[in-house]
């Protein structure tokens, strides 16, 4: 007998940040919404991702400004508990699947538990379940990449980091990205040996080169190693631990190994062929209003193959477009100013145009950057060489672009944000009144 599907105005698949906001949004406008997912309710960020990792980082926060304080005020050692510390993550991540589960279906979300693969373009399976709608939303997220090496079974990854018991004494993480970079300054806080083993000699592409250095240089003096232009070939288990073995006869022994390579889209088992989706290795293919090649179906955060930083601001953004646009909207998404922040040691942040662009046209754009060692601010946290980048518009004379390295990194960046994002000059932010002596008043000197 033919199995009778059930029938919704909106199906969501993935109920991370992207697929809740957005399940929320449509079924705010009135709609019949069913929500897909196949693990933790929550998706990435409050589970594996940004959340726990912030937990643990504001431990490690503490730590490294009390360091900077010492022989300055300071005297007690401070060392981490990590058990303790993840004991305090664990409780804060063990209630966010059942909770946003439990929240979705209070606002009258139907759930369902498994994974969504597309039969037709108006029909999917969720096991034994059919689920038929006019308009589909895929938010399934990205999963992090491995390499495909010999031993690629023995690499772990940023969720495995996420969830250690113990900290092993010895751990190398490959890559030069976000995750290298905040992976690498939580292990060496806690105690750990760590080695960053960096294919290239550019780690965080994106960033200014002056400020990535002056971070590279900071991490260094604080113990973790880094190996830049080394390819890893093959990781070997060995009695105690690991080998690894790079281009040109390079072989270290590590307790652990962590791959942050970037991360792959979850799209390739959702049977997009069968619904007419086309995807690439960046995810579902989409046009202006996050269309995919099927114009009902729809893909927005981590998913979607759009030409913009993957967060978690940027996911709920494209969540509450789609929701509009499903309503009857038709706009072309336009996003504001996404401003990233890498949590290591000190904080590395930037928002709006960057070092790379600006270079490609001196004439018109100019690159100050600033050294903050003698402000007030930094002076009494003692921090080392905490550096601002302001790209400057020659033309207008206003700030398009910003980057900054220090402690305070993800502050500064957010009123950099809405400075840049107010097209603020130079005289109106000396005239605005800030509370004395704190990040926010330094903007003056910055201007
Ligand atoms: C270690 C780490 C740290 C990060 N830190 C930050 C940070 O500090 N700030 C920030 O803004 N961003 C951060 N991010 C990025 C952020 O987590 C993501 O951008 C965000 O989670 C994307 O949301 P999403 O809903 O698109 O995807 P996800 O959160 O990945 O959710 C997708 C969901 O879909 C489900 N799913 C997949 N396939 C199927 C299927 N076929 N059927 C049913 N369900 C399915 C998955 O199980 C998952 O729950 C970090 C990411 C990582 C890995
Ligand atoms: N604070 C944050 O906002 C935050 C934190 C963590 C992750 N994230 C998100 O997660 C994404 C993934 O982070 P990530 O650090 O894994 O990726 P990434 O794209 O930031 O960096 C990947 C790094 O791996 C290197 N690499 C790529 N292929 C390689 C290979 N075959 N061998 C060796 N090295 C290789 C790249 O050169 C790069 O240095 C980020 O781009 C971001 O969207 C955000």
């Known amino acids: 007998m033919e199995q009778l599907a059930e029938k919704y105005d909106v199906v969501v698949i993935g109920a991370g940040p992207a697929g ?17 997912e196949e693990d933790l309710w929550g998706g990435t960020c409050p589970n594996r991702g940004c959340d726990p990792k912030k937990i643990l980082y504001t431990a490690v926060e503490a730590k490294k400004r009390a360091e900077l304080l ?59 379940q059919l689920l038929e709608a006019s308009n589909f939303v895929i938010a399934t997220g990205q999963r992090p990449a491995l390499l495909d090496i010999p031993g690629q079974e023995f690499l772990k990854t940023s969720t495995d ?37 960096v294919h290239n000699s550019r780690p965080l592409k994106a960033f200014p080169q002056k400020l990535v250095t002056a971070l590279v240089e900071q991490l260094s003096n604080q113990g973790v190693k880094f190996v830049f232009d080394q390819n890893v070939i093959e990781v070997e288990s060995i009695e105690k631990g690991y080998r690894i073995h790079g281009e040109n006869d390079y072989q270290q022994d590590t307790d652990m190994v962590f791959a942050a390579v970037g991360r792959q889209p979850n799209v390739d088992d ?8 086309e995807y690439s290795k960046q995810g579902v293919i989409v046009d202006r209003h996050l269309r995919s090649t099927a114009a009902h179906i729809y893909a927005i ?4 193959a759009s030409p913009i930083p993957k967060l978690t601001p940027v996911a709920g953004i494209e969540a509450k477009y789609v929701a509009a646009q499903i309503a009857g909207r038709d706009d072309e998404i336009t996003y504001p100013l996404v401003p990233t922040v890498v949590f290591s040691l000190p904080k590395l942040a930037q928002v709006g145009m960057t070092e790379s662009q600006a270079q490609k ?9 600033v050294d903050m060692s003698d402000w007030i601010t930094y002076k009494r946290q003692h921090e080392t060489k905490p550096l ?20 305070e990194a993800d502050e500064m960046i957010n009123y950099l944000t809405v400075l840049i994002g107010e097209e603020y000059t ?9 509370s004395y002596p704190t990040t926010a008043s330094d903007l003056q000197y910055i201007y």
């Open 20 to 36: 809740t906001a957005a399940a929320s949004a449509i079924k705010s406008k009135g709609q019949k919404v069913a929500l897909v």
């Open 70 to 128: 010492t022989s300055n005020g300071l005297n007690s050692q401070i060392t981490l508990d990590w058990p303790a510390l993840m004991a305090n993550k664990r409780a804060y991540t063990k209630e966010i699947s059942p909770a946003t589960k439990k929240g979705m279906e209070n606002s009258q979300i139907q759930t369902y538990v498994g994974h969504a693969e597309f039969v037709a373009d108006t029909t999917l399976t969720v096991g034994e």
């Open 161 to 197: 980091f996420l969830d250690l018991d113990d900290m092993p004494a010895d751990i190398t993480i490959i890559g030069g990205g976000y995750v290298a970079f905040e992976l690498a300054g939580i292990a060496v806080s806690a105690g750990a040996k760590v080695t960053v083993l």
């Open 270 to 277: 959702l049977g997009l062929t069968q619904a007419g989706v």
């Open 301 to 304: 955060g981590d998913a979607a």
């Open 361 to 369: 046209d001196l004439a018109r754009y100019q690159v100050k950057v």
């Open 388 to 407: 601002v980048q302001l790209i400057i518009d020659k033309m207008s004379g206003l700030v398009v672009g910003g980057a900054c390295l220090s402690m």
């Open 426 to 434: 130079a005289k109106k932010v000396k005239h605005i009144l800030w």
